[in-house]
Every structure is written in structure tokens, then in C-alpha cells.
């Protein structure tokens, strides 16, 4: 114990003195977070509309205070005619147009029906379908405020209700997936130049000489960067639950210790990629295209696995953050139990002694 507590010092001495490091455990980390949290998001504020008010009722004016009292417009009040509002959408200005016909209340109060015509962009089809749902949502919530007189018989209303995340916020969906993501390629890229960098330094023939046991150097590489991980983890959940406002309905302690067999199943496949590449570049270049890639596509926090071709599906099995992916979104968003997330966990626990092993098994004790 005494010697790899010393082996254990002697990394974190490495990882202090390394400022390109600490940068990239620290800062690249926080500026991910934030930069996906806030910036790469399916939620859509504040777009550019116009409102073309023709009724100039009472009726129309309600629905139009409501609209402009959404966060989701920003709203321009007008009186256009059809080609000018074909002019505006040519030239980008606008998102969407609704446009309240003559007689609007008058139609609404004697024929118990009226009519809004709401045209969207449709060149960027999930924004259109997107701004036209957060339309038809307003005008339902006006016509359920209506007296039951004036509703129309026979009329079918569909009540929607959306779980875990109500207010169709961003960040909920992509936080899961940058916490997968940032762990994961942290950690492997950190871990990876690790052994290598001895070679290229020239202190593997120190470490080889000495009486420490391949197994001992291994776990040495790894513990100072599973600190400064769990750590970071901190500063990702505290920026997600203040910053993004994503609340943690589950166990914070369970979320903890999925995500540090996250960091161990990632420092187990960093050192995995050192033992079997020759030069730091390579190493790095390994851990970004073997990760980055996997993680953004295979994860499903992007795209729904369920929906891509079967081989991609068979393949998404060996990435672990699909499995982190489906344990954040259990404990974080839905406040579920370990009992719900025990498949997940076990295989992430497998991938962490799998990588281990193939670690070992490839580390040389004897110098090419």
C-alpha cells in the first residue's frame, strides 16, 4: 500500500503541474454544460411572428394578449395583406403568421364556431410543426375558458399532459446526454495519453524496474482522475440543478454512484486505448473518434435508437452511455429506484471489469 500510495502521488503531482490537464478536466466540462444546456436545445423562444388581426373583436384581441404573453413569440401586430406576408416569409423575417378573419367573434358567438388561419414555414418542418402546436395550444385553453354554451356540440377536445418534463424544456433531454458524454470523454482522453506518455517521456523503464505490480501502476493512472471526475460531477450537477434548472427527483447518492461506474467503465477503457497505441496523438485521436462519436449518435439522447436500422441498434449495446443515458433519465428525471435500473448497472459494471482486464492483459512489462 505504501508504494502505490507513493505511485498515487506521483500522479496527481503530474495532473497538477499540467495545465492543459486541469483545463481539460475542469473547463471542458463547464463549457460543454452550459454550451449544450443552453445553446443546443429543441425548445423554441421567442420566434418571430405576425399577427394580423382583422376582426379587431373582443375575442381576437384575448387570444392575441395570450399569445403575446407566451414566452414561445415575439409577437408583431399588423395589418398585411396575403402577398405581403409571402414577402415575409421569403425574406426570413418571420416564423409565422396568424391571421383572425372579419367577423371573428360575431362567428364565434352566433354559430358557436370560428375559424383561425395560422401559416408556418414549413422549410424547417419541426419549428412550423412546433410554433403551430404551441398555437393550437393557446386557442384551446381560450375556448376551455369559453362559457359551455358556446362551445360547439359534438366537439372532441384532446387533453394532453406531458410527463416528467410538462413545459417541453430543453434541457431535461439534453443535460442526461451532456453528463454521459463530458464523463465519458474526460475521462478516456485523460486516461488514455496516460501510459503513453511514460514511453514518450521516457519513465515507462522506471516504472518497469521497480517492484510495483502491473495492476498497482493501472489503478495508480486511475485514481487521481477518478477524483478530480467525481469532483467534476459535482460541478455538473450543481450547474444543471442552478443554472439549467433541472431538478434531481430521484437520490442524489444513487445518481452519484452510477455516474463514479461511469468514470470507472471510462478510465478502465482510457488506460484500455493506452496500452495498445504508441504515441499521445494517437491515443487522443483513438478516444475522441472511438467516443465522441458513439456517444452523440448511439446514446439516444439525439436520436431515438429505437428508430435507426437494426444492425445500429445491435451496435449502440457496446456504448456505454446509452446505458448512463436511460440510468440518468430514470433517477434524475422519472425519481426511480435502483430496482429500476439494475440491468443498466450491471452492464456498465461488466464493461468497467471487461476493460479492466484487457488493460492488464495488454499492458507490457517489457519495453519494444
Known amino acids: 500500500m505504501k508504494q502505490l500510495l507513493s505511485f498515487i502521488r506521483k500522479e496527481f503531482i503530474h495532473v497538477w503541474r499540467d495545465p492543459k490537464t486541469l483545463v481539460m478536466l475542469f473547463g471542458f466540462p463547464i463549457v460543454q454544460i452550459v454550451l449544450f444546456g443552453f445553446a443546443l436545445t429543441n425548445e423554441i423562444k421567442y420566434a418571430n411572428i405576425v399577427v394580423v388581426d382583422n376582426a379587431k373583436d373582443v375575442a381576437s384581441q384575448q387570444i392575441i394578449n395570450k399569445i403575446e404573453g407566451s414566452k414561445f413569440f415575439s409577437v408583431q401586430k399588423t395589418l398585411m395583406t396575403p402577398s405581403a406576408i409571402d414577402a415575409a416569409f421569403k425574406e426570413g423575417k418571420i416564423k409565422l403568421a396568424v391571421v383572425f378573419p372579419v367577423n371573428f367573434n360575431t362567428d364565434l358567438l352566433h354559430l358557436n364556431k370560428a375559424s383561425i388561419q395560422v401559416i408556418a414555414d414549413a422549410s424547417d418542418p419541426n419549428t412550423a410543426t412546433q410554433l403551430s402546436s404551441y398555437i393550437t395550444t393557446i386557442v384551446a385553453d381560450y375556448q376551455a375558458q369559453l362559457s359551455p354554451t358556446m362551445s360547439a356540440p359534438y366537439s372532441i377536445v384532446p387533453e394532453v399532459r406531458m410527463l416528467y418534463n410538462p413545459d417541453l424544456k430543453g434541457a431535461p433531454n439534453f443535460v442526461p446526454g451532456v453528463m454521459a458524454m463530458v464523463l465519458l470523454l474526460v475521462c478516456v482522453m485523460m486516461t488514455s495519453v496516460s501510459i503513453v506518455r511514460e514511453k514518450e517521456l521516457g519513465t515507462m523503464e522506471i516504472l518497469l524496474v521497480s517492484p510495483v505490480k502491473p495492476l498497482m501502476v493501472i489503478i495508480a493512472k486511475a485514481i487521481p482522475y477518478l477524483v478530480l471526475s467525481i469532483v467534476n460531477l459535482g460541478v455538473i450537477l450543481v450547474l444543471s440543478v442552478y443554472a439549467l434548472d433541472v431538478p434531481i427527483k430521484g437520490s442524489v447518492l444513487l445518481l452519484v454512484f452510477e455516474s ?31 467516443m465522441m462519436l458513439p456517444t452523440m449518435l448511439l446514446s439516444g439522447y439525439l436520436f431515438p435508437i429505437e428508430n435507426m436500422p437494426v444492425v445500429l441498434q445491435v451496435i449502440s449495446n457496446i456504448v456505454p452511455a446509452r446505458w448512463y443515458y436511460v440510468i440518468v433519465k430514470a433517477v434524475m428525471l422519472k425519481g426511480l429506484g435502483f430496482a429500476s435500473i439494475w440491468k443498466e448497472t450491471l452492464i456498465l459494471a461488466g464493461m468497467a471489469v471487461f476493460f479492466t482486464g484487457l488493460s492488464l492483459r495488454n499492458f507490457k512489462i517489457r519495453l519494444e
Open 260 to 290: 463514479t461506474l461511469l468514470i470507472l467503465t471510462a478510465l478502465a477503457l482510457g488506460l484500455f486505448i493506452s496500452t495498445i497505441t504508441s504515441s499521445q496523438q494517437s491515443a487522443m485521436f483513438a478516444s475522441m473518434l472511438g
